[in-house]
């Protein structure tokens, strides 16, 4: 239930930004930008994380015929 709550509150708004014209569309892209910055930079994290808990560090094997 809050989660249709939230996606429900974040549906309005967005609509409310596009209502706007060239403001909300600005608003929209920069919301955009700031998330991608912020998906990155976690992904990048847990990356790291993930790469200094491997044990033997990363092994490719090639498959030679």
């Given at each position: 239930?809050k989660y249709f709550m939230y996606t429900e509150y974040k ?55």
């Amino acid at each position: 239930l809050k989660y249709f709550m939230y996606t429900e509150y974040k549906t309005n708004f967005l609509e409310a930004l596009k209502k706007e014209g060239e403001m909300g569309r600005k608003k929209i892209n920069q919301y955009t930008r700031y998330l991608t910055i912020f998906v990155a930079g976690f992904q990048a994290y847990t990356m790291s994380l993930v790469l200094m808990k491997m044990e033997h560090g990363i092994h490719i094997r090639h498959h030679y015929q």
